[in-house]
């Protein structure tokens, strides 16, 4: 077996196989092997000491594979220990909240026969702040210190019990002040220590899937963000809808509509071709009749009439 220095000073040093049986019987239980293998090797690059329990093992679903698997993540306290060692960490502020949010989170759906209708079940009511704010200090070369403010906000953040609920987990239900405050210092840390890494914190990520469309990490800041959902995709505008449509259309311009109200009346309910949009911008009011013309018409008709 090699042999891994769990401390920076070596007054410590045990076998590897040593070292794997100590963090599985103690601070990873249950984990795999590999897991607690890359736990030491991670320790190992970044020179931390394993026993310290810097990074977390964090059972994460994996889209791509169709599987949860387990995936290596810096905790709170590895960032901290960065910063304390570059000897320009300056303090941090108290962590300032938002106001307070009550909201409740419903775990499913069901129908009742009963009732005949679709009802809902496992409902769970949480308090929580819509945001922290948390100021981390780094003492400049030249002297000064500078602040560096990161604001989470608790919906973008919290664990769910479950890749596909809604509910919180028990930590992020029971400390919600808590877990937010860690995700706010450590988004902080990052802004004012780039040199550490961007990996967002095991409390950060928790709950989270890694690759899917929901969840999406900034590799410049680490930062989890959530983007909006994608519109619906309208359905085409075909020829002949627009072929049947045109009498209406023109109809509509003779009695004062814009070609551009009617193409943005279109557009709101179908996709339309760069050629039907020239089509539809191309309408023009009926020009009137010449006064004439109508004098004739009137005459005809009067005739017409008398027979």
């Not at 309408?283 to 006064?291: F, S």
Request: net charge negative; aromatic share 8%; with cysteine.
């Amino acid at each position: 077996m090699s042999n891994i220095t769990t401390t920076q000073n070596n007054a410590l040093a045990i076998s590897e196989g040593e070292l794997m049986e100590v963090l599985r019987n103690s601070l990873y239980p249950g984990a795999k092997d590999e897991s607690i293998k890359m736990v030491i090797g991670y320790c190992k690059a970044s020179g931390f000491d394993p026993m310290q329990k810097p990074v977390h093992i964090v059972p994460m679903w994996d889209s791509k594979a169709g599987r949860m698997r387990d995936v290596i993540m810096p905790g709170i306290g590895s960032y901290r220990t960065q910063a304390a060692r570059s000897g320009e960490y300056a303090g941090i502020s108290e962590p300032e909240f938002g106001e307070d949010v009550t909201e409740t989170f419903t775990e499913e759906s069901y129908y009742d026969r009963d009732s005949k209708e679709n009802k809902k079940r496992g409902s769970v009511s949480v308090t929580f702040p819509a945001w922290c704010r948390v100021v981390v200090k780094r003492l400049l070369p030249n002297g000064t210190i500078a602040e560096f403010a990161a604001t989470e906000r608790w919906k973008e953040n919290y664990a769910t019990v479950s890749k596909d609920s809604a509910k919180p987990n028990a930590m992020w239900k029971r400390r919600p002040y808590a877990q937010l405050a860690k995700c706010a210092e450590a988004q902080a840390l990052r802004k004012a220590f780039p040199e550490f890494g961007a990996q967002p914190t095991a409390d950060e990520m928790a709950g989270k899937s890694l690759n899917d469309d929901e969840t999406v990490i900034d590799a410049g800041t680490g930062e989890i963000i959530k983007p909006a959902p994608a519109a619906p995709q309208l359905p085409l505008y075909t020829d002949d809808q627009m072929d049947a449509s045109l009498p209406k259309w023109q109809a509509a311009i003779d009695k004062g509509r814009t070609p551009g109200y009617i193409l943005n009346l279109i557009s709101s309910k179908y996709t339309m071709s760069e050629q039907q949009k020239a089509r539809v911008l191309s309408l023009k009011p009926t020009p009137p009749k010449p006064a004439e013309d109508t004098f004739v018409a009137e005459m005809e008709a009067a005739e017409a009439a008398e027979y």
